[in-house]
């Protein structure tokens, strides 16, 4: 399984950006993905998740309104949204695979990860 998210960049406080997730080697639409970040000095957290079918999403309080996640399983393409970005919002964004198609945040119920990408987001 190999996901490999790319969108990130320096941005403006206000500004919006889209990040995008391409996965490969297996069977994407069966299960959920979500997105984590990381930002410098911190632990990862738990930014944003989907189900196998896009029904279902789960935010984080620090995000809820401003951020969407989506999904394309006909490209094996998830994307993450972000409008209306702050400063805190600067950190390594990744993605990841779930072990089901049920959304968690709990980065121990992804059990694939793809490399991150990077932006910040200038005040």
């Known amino acids: 399984v190999q996901l490999q998210a790319s969108g990130g960049g320096l941005v403006q406080a206000g500004d919006s950006l889209r990040l995008s997730c391409a996965a490969s080697g297996r069977t994407f639409s069966s299960y959920a993905m979500g997105w984590f970040r990381q930002a410098p000095g911190k632990e990862r957290e738990f930014v944003a998740t989907?189900?196998?079918?896009?029904?279902?999403?789960y935010y984080a309080d620090s995000v809820k309104g401003r951020f969407t996640i989506s999904r394309d399983n006909a490209k094996n393409m998830v994307y993450l949204q972000m409008n209306s970005l702050k400063p805190e919002d600067t950190a390594v964004y990744s993605c990841?695979?779930?072990?089901?198609?049920?959304?968690?945040?709990?980065?121990?119920?992804?059990?694939?990860w793809g490399q991150g990408t990077e932006f910040t987001v200038s005040s």
């Open positions: 990841a695979g779930g072990r089901d198609g049920r959304i968690t945040t709990l980065s121990s119920g992804y059990p694939y």
């Open positions: 989907i189900s196998w079918n896009g029904i279902n999403t």
